[in-house]
C-alpha cells in the first residue's frame, strides 16, 4: 500500500514549533517512501477560528518547503480537503448514525445544567485536584419511542459514543509499543456536537480512511485519546493507520513549551532572525535522533535519513543555544547574494547614515547568530557612542592614554591628506607608520580602531571600520579621541 500521510491543522493563529514538527515528520515520511503527502484544513471548532490563520499555514509550508501533493488547492480525488466544506456533504452524521444503528453510538439530549450536575473533582496520589466530567450514560437507555420524540421536536442532542464499562481495548504505537487501557477509564465521547459539527476526534477518524492514510503523527498527549479512535475503526471494521506519537516538546526548564515563551511558533522564530532552513533542521531533532552524529541536514537530506522509529519517548528540549548555533552555521554558509537580501533590512534600520551597507554586511556575516544580533554589532557606525577613555588602555596591546594620544596624534595629519579611503590604502598607512615608528602592530592599531568605534570589540578592524565611515567622518573621530585624551591627560 502506498504510504499517505496528512497534515490536519486547525485555523487559529501561527503554527506552533510542536504543530510544524507534526507537519515535518509527517512530510518526511511520505518523503521518504515515495508517497503522498496531505494538506488538510481541521475548522470544526468554530469558536476558535482565527482570521487569515489559513494563509498562516499555506505561507508557512511553503516557506519552509513541506509542499503537499494533495490539498484544498490540490484536489486528486479525495476532497473536499477542509472539514467544514465535507460537514455540507453530510458524511460525518451519516457515518454517525451508521454507528448508531450498530449500537456503538447513540443520541444524547442532556442539557447544560445535567452534565454540570456530573462535574466530580478528584485528586490522584495526593497531588493537585482535577475536575472531570464523565457522563453516565444517561441517555443510552433512552426508549426508541423517547428519541424518535425528541428528535421529532426538534431538542438539542449530540451523539455520544457507546463505550463499554467492562473489558480493555489495545492499540499500538510505533514508538510506545503496545497500550492497553481500561475501557471503565475511557468516557463517552462526543462525535457529533450540538451544531451538527463533528468533533475533532471524529472527523479525524472518518476523514482519514476516506482520504487512506496509512500513518498519522501527533504529539503523546493524544494518546490517552487513541483507544477511543481505536474503537471507533473496530465499530467501523476499517484498518487503523500506524500511529506514531512524539514527545512532548519543552523549555530549558523543562516545562511544556508555552506560547508565552516568545519563540513557540515558526512565525515568533523568523522574526527573531532565524534562518527558515535551520529552523526546520533543528525542529526534525526535537525528539528524533539519526543514525550518525550529524547534526546540519537540507530537508532533501532529511528526507533520505529519516526512520520514525528512532524517534525517542523521552521529552525533546527546546535549547535556545543550539538552534542558534544552527542558525549561525547556516548563515555562514549562505551564498552573499541571499544574505545580502535578507540581512539588510536589519542593517538599513541600525545604520541609516550613507555609506556601504553590504561592506557591513560582510562584517557581521561570521560573527551573527540571528539577523536580530546585527543591530548590536554595527550600531556604532550610525553614531560614535559615549565611551571611556581607558578603553584606551589594554595590557595585551601595551597601550594606554599617553601613547593612544600620541599615535592618534601622529596619524590624524596623514588620514587628513589621504584620498583613497579603499581599506588596502588605509592598512597601507597604518602599517607604514607602524613601521616607521618601530611599534607593535597593536600600539599602533588599538588606539585607531578605539577611536573610530568607541567600542571595545568591533566586527572588522580599523581598515574596514574607516573604508565604511569615510574621510570625514573618521577624521571627526579621530579629531574626537584626541580631545578625550587630552582633557583626560590634563586632568
Not at 468554530?46 to 503537499?68: C, F, P, S
Not at 490540490?74 to 460537514?87: A, I, L
Not at 530537508?299 to 522509529?309: N, S
Not at 545604520?351 to 536580530?372: F, H, N
Request: glycine letters at 6%; proline letters at 3%; one cysteine or more.
Amino acid at each position: 500500500m502506498k504510504v499517505r500521510t496528512r497534515y490536519a491543522p486547525s485555523p487559529t493563529g501561527r503554527m506552533h514549533v510542536g504543530n510544524l514538527r507534526t507537519a515535518l515528520y509527517e512530510y518526511l515520511i511520505a518523503k521518504h517512501e515515495d508517497g503522498d503527502f496531505i494538506l488538510r484544513i481541521e475548522d470544526t471548532d468554530q469558536e476558535r477560528l482565527v482570521e487569515g490563520a489559513v494563509d498562516i499555514i499555506y505561507r508557512t509550508m511553503e516557506k519552509t518547503g513541506l509542499i503537499h501533493d494533495e490539498g484544498p488547492d490540490k484536489d486528486k480525488g479525495f476532497g473536499p480537503y477542509v472539514q467544514s466544506e465535507r460537514m455540507a456533504t453530510g458524511v460525518y452524521l451519516e457515518y454517525a448514525k451508521q454507528l448508531v444503528e450498530k449500537g456503538e453510538a447513540y443520541y444524547c439530549f442532556c442539557d447544560k445544567e445535567r452534565l454540570e450536575s456530573l462535574r466530580s473533582v478528584v485528586s490522584e496520589d495526593g497531588g493537585d485536584a482535577k475536575e472531570i466530567v464523565k457522563y453516565d450514560k444517561h441517555c443510552l437507555y433512552l426508549s426508541k419511542e423517547e428519541i424518535e420524540a425528541n428528535l421529532a421536536a426538534g431538542k438539542p442532542y449530540v451523539i455520544r459514543q457507546n463505550t463499554p464499562m467492562e473489558g480493555t481495548t489495545t492499540f499500538t504505537d510505533a514508538i510506545y509499543g503496545s497500550i492497553t487501557v481500561e475501557n471503565a477509564e475511557l468516557d463517552d465521547m462526543i462525535l457529533i456536537k450540538s451544531d451538527g459539527f463533528p468533533t475533532y476526534n471524529f472527523a479525524n477518524v472518518i476523514d482519514d480512511h476516506l482520504m487512506n492514510i496509512t500513518h498519522v503523527v501527533r504529539g503523546n498527549e493524544y494518546l490517552s485519546s487513541t483507544p477511543k479512535y481505536t474503537r471507533l475503526y473496530q465499530a467501523f471494521g476499517w484498518e487503523e493507520p500506524v500511529y506514531i506519537h512524539c514527545p512532548l516538546i519543552t523549555n530549558e526548564e523543562h516545562k511544556k513549551l508555552s506560547k508565552r515563551s516568545g519563540h513557540s511558533s515558526f512565525e515568533d522564530l523568523l522574526e527573531q532572525g532565524f534562518v527558515t532552513e535551520a529552523i526546520v533542521n533543528f525542529i526534525a531533532l526535537l525528539g528524533w535522533s539519526p543514525e550518525g552524529n550529524e547534526e546540519i541536514f537540507s530537508l532533501e537530506e532529511l528526507v533520505k535519513a529519516f526512520d520514525y522509529t528512532h524517534i525517542s519517548k523521552s521529552p525533546a528540549v527546546f535549547d535556545m543555544n543550539k538552534l542558534r548555533w544552527m542558525n549561525s552555521e547556516y548563515i555562514k554558509k549562505m551564498d552573499n547574494e541571499r544574505y545580502y537580501a535578507e540581512a539588510m533590512p536589519y542593517i538599513e534600520k541600525a545604520v541609516t547614515r550613507d555609506c556601504d551597507r553590504k561592506a557591513i554586511a560582510d562584517l557581521v556575516k561570521t560573527r551573527i547568530e540571528t539577523y536580530c544580533d546585527i543591530a548590536g554589532l554595527v550600531d556604532f557606525f550610525e553614531e560614535l557612542p559615549e565611551y571611556d577613555v581607558e578603553m584606551f588602555t589594554h595590557k595585551k596591546m601595551k597601550t594606554n592614554s599617553e601613547n593612544s594620544l600620541q599615535v592618534l596624534q601622529d596619524v590624524l595629519p596623514r588620514f587628513e591628506v589621504l584620498e583613497d579611503y579603499s581599506v588596502a590604502a588605509i592598512e597601507k598607512l597604518l602599517m607604514d607608520y607602524i613601521a616607521e615608528k618601530e611599534i607593535k602592530n597593536g600600539q599602533g592599531l588599538w588606539p585607531v580602531r578605539t577611536a573610530v568605534s568607541g567600542k571595545q570589540m568591533t566586527p572588522g578592524g580599523a581598515y574596514e571600520i574607516m573604508s565604511i565611515l569615510g574621510k570625514e567622518e573618521s577624521l571627526r573621530r579621530i579629531r574626537i579621541a584626541i580631545e578625550k585624551l587630552s582633557a583626560s591627560i590634563a586632568g
